[in-house]
């Protein structure tokens, strides 16, 4: 166990975090990561079926990674009671790391089909064992709260439904099997579980600054679905379902940022230490001693909201009268993207010349760092919804 997000774990959850460490090490360490995001045909156009990313993939769902929001009823289960909590966790772990892959997005996914009860059991136990992958078509959150959505659906004369639109930034969209699209219907918001192969679903690879990751652009044109691809109740249920899952995204991107503020804090460090000038290393020097000081506070704070938000949210019921869940994780995701920002910044002051150049690591994580900060809402839009909730603003 590396990052440490939580300040007392179980017996349990240190086997879960020591035994997702070592599977990262073995499968896809530091370097490997960064030879996948430089290869042309690495991470801009997957591994095939076959390959290291078929196993990777594999290879997680068996540690349990995308079953710990599922009860052990639909093949998942949790090692402390709390499956976000553990899911955090692991994702602080994959964060310092920068592990690719939609963690986030498929546990949001995993956990709403779950909650369908037996309507999409075989669609779940695929995801959870790892034999499909999903992922979450929601694109800019801002855009959904309270108005319309980016993909319009459309009753048709058949009582199914007719989704047309575009969303972009979703989260492995060219490699996944399975899509829960979030659009705007004739009832209110309305959730949807397509498969990708669908006719008229069109899912391309897009640039990212974060290059570790493959975001995708999804067209939906005259995409036709039954009424049994309906997750949920349309309208205020599903508004509801919505702030929740948002708060599961915020929480486990949150943590995985967590993560990354880590590992470059620790480069940071190790880089003072052993930088040698004018005869003295210079984490010796004031200013740099200063400045490591506060990273390391911002740190802190980020893991103690991550960690709190985490428990609040993973210990309530969707349908419990506690609100703290969801406030915590609008406080967490807000605080992390602005912070985690910083600490680069300020990470970088430290490296020096060096943190300018392709092959040391520093960029990845100011990549990774920055992608995170604006994936499933902006520190201002998180912050503005907790005003919201709270009466301030």
């Known amino acids: 166990m590396s990052v440490g997000l939580l300040a007392a774990v179980t017996p349990e959850q240190e086997l879960l975090l020591e035994s997702s460490s070592r599977f990262i090490e073995r499968m896809m360490p530091l370097p490997s ?19 290291l990313e078929a196993r990777y993939h594999e290879a997680a769902c068996s540690l349990g990674w995308f079953g710990m929001l599922v009860g052990e009823e639909h093949g998942g289960g949790t090692v402390s009671g709390n499956g976000l909590l553990d899911a955090a966790a692991v994702a ?10 939609p963690f986030a997005a498929a546990n ?5 089909l779950a909650a ?4 999409h059991r075989e669609a779940l136990a695929r995801l959870v064992a790892g034999r499909a992958r999903a992922t979450w078509a929601v694109g800019d959150v801002a855009g959904l709260t309270p ?47 397509v498969a990708a192969d669908t006719p008229g679903i069109q899912a391309r690879r897009m640039a990212s600054l974060d290059i570790t990751r493959r975001p995708g652009a999804v067209r939906f044109d005259a995409v036709r679905v039954g009424a049994d691809a309906v997750l949920g109740a349309p309208g205020d249920a599903t508004a509801a379902r919505f702030e929740w899952q948002v708060g599961i995204a915020a929480v486990l991107t949150a943590a995985e940022s967590v ?10 460090v190790e880089h003072a230490r052993t930088r040698i000038a004018f005869g003295r290393p210079i984490g010796s020097f004031q200013a740099v001693k200063h400045l490591l000081a ?19 949210l993973g210990s309530r019921s969707l349908g419990s009268a506690a609100r703290d869940g969801v406030d915590l994780a609008h ?28 092959e040391h690591d520093h960029h990845l994580f100011m990549r990774r760092l920055a992608a995170d900060a604006v994936a499933f809402g902006s520190a201002q839009w998180h912050r503005a919804r907790l005003g919201e909730r709270i009466g301030v603003g």
């Open 33 to 51: 990561v960064r030879e996948l995001a430089a290869d042309a045909g690495g991470l801009a156009a997957g591994a095939g079926a076959g390959g």
């Open 92 to 101: 602080a772990e994959r964060g310092a790391v920068l592990q690719p892959g």
């Open 108 to 112: 949001v996914v995993a956990q709403l």
């Open 116 to 119: 369908e009860g037996p309507k």
């Open 147 to 193: 108005g319309a959505g980016e993909i319009v659906a459309g009753e048709d004369d058949g009582g199914g439904f007719r989704l047309d639109g575009d969303v972009r930034h979703v989260p492995d969209a060219a490699d996944c099997d399975l899509l829960v699209v979030t659009a705007h219907g004739p009832r209110g918001l309305t959730q949807f579980l």
């Open 259 to 268: 993560g990354a503020m880590h590992r470059e804090l620790e480069a940071a």
């Open 294 to 312: 506060d990273l390391s506070l911002s740190l802190e704070m980020a893991k103690g909201v991550v960690s709190a938000a985490a428990e609040a």
């Open 331 to 358: 406080a967490a995701k807000a605080f992390v993207a602005e912070h985690g920002i910083e600490l680069a910044h300020g990470c970088f002051q430290v490296f020096g010349g060096v943190g300018y150049t392709w």
